[in-house]
């Protein structure tokens, strides 16, 4: 299985870092260069962020679709991009003042808008809902607009994040497992990976940003991990060993950061110890400072 890290900084991209990459399209429009990526990466559209803050898509189909054919022309190496579906999360529907079904219908229609303007693009469809069901009615409205799921490389699976370690949505991910969908799953990492992990293609998560915000940093510049490489690629390793591993027998969650022992970064007793994660030799000069706490917007 796949697992893409998320992160919002677009110059990793051009980074050699072994690892598949999640940007955001959020991070990427409006600039005036792009990133040469170096391997693997996917596009997502940043629709929770902008259903959550505007209630609506304020860039149509066409233009989306112009910025996708760039980043694949000018970044490269772009595996797929999402399209700009629908959440249905209760809050982002608060937010909508739309209906659940009418989240899935404009969800359809924006994956029918993209594939007709640009059809060599690595666009795919994302099914949306909250039960079971709704799953299901989402992806038979795709069948009814001619689009076979279970022949496309990738299919996407929203509105799964918070709620990914629990049986609910286990029963989702083999329901659409069942009709012959390959699979990723939007924010699903360990304790979503652990129950349902076989039956799907790929995932991924930038839960590391959001757990850095609350860890020292490893250098005077770093005030936290918020936005730290050597970090994200401990997290994302660690989780990755974690996935290949037989299964665990402790309560430890291996996507929580752990603090090693006192070492060389260490300046003095009750001194802030930098993360285990990072390896920069300025760790000698870190002093005690309080975590970030400022939300990284996607």
Not at 58 to 74: H, K
Request: aromatic share 6%.
């Amino acid at each position: 299985m796949k697992f893409y890290l998320g992160t919002h900084q677009p110059a990793w991209l051009a980074r050699d870092l072994g690892v598949p990459l999640l940007v955001s399209h959020r991070r990427l429009a409006g600039r005036r260069t792009l990133p040469r990526a170096s391997g693997e990466w996917a596009l997502d559209s940043g629709g929770f962020t902008e259903l959550s803050l505007h209630g609506r898509w304020r860039t149509d189909a066409r233009t989306y679709a112009t910025a996708v054919g760039r980043y694949a022309a000018e970044i490269g190496q772009l595996a797929w991009a999402a399209p700009q579906d629908w959440m249905v999360e209760a809050h982002v529907r608060a937010r909508t003042g739309l209906s659940l079904r009418t989240h899935l219908q404009r969800t359809v229609r924006n994956y029918l808008q993209l594939r007709e303007l640009a059809p060599d693009l690595p666009i795919i469809p994302i099914v949306q809902g909250d039960q079971v069901a709704d799953y299901l009615r989402c992806a038979d409205s795709y069948e009814r607009h001619g689009v076979d799921l279970a022949a496309l490389p990738l299919v996407g699976v929203g509105s799964v994040c918070r709620r990914q370690h629990s049986g609910q949505v286990e029963r989702i991910v083999r329901s659409l497992h069942a009709r012959g969908l390959r699979l990723h799953c939007f924010g699903v990492k360990t304790i979503g990976l652990a129950r349902y992990g076989e039956v799907i293609q790929s995932s991924d998560s930038a839960a590391w940003s959001f757990s850095g915000r609350y860890q020292p940093g490893c250098t005077p510049t770093h005030q936290s991990e918020a936005n730290c490489l050597p970090y994200a690629l401990a997290w994302h390793h660690r989780l990755q060993r974690t996935l290949n591993s037989p299964p665990r027998h402790d309560h430890t969650r291996p996507d929580t950061p752990r603090r090693c022992a006192p070492g060389p970064g260490r300046s003095q007793p009750g001194g802030a110890r930098p993360s285990p994660h990072c390896t920069d030799t300025r760790v000698r000069a870190h002093r005690n400072r309080p975590a970030q706490r400022k939300a990284v917007r996607r």
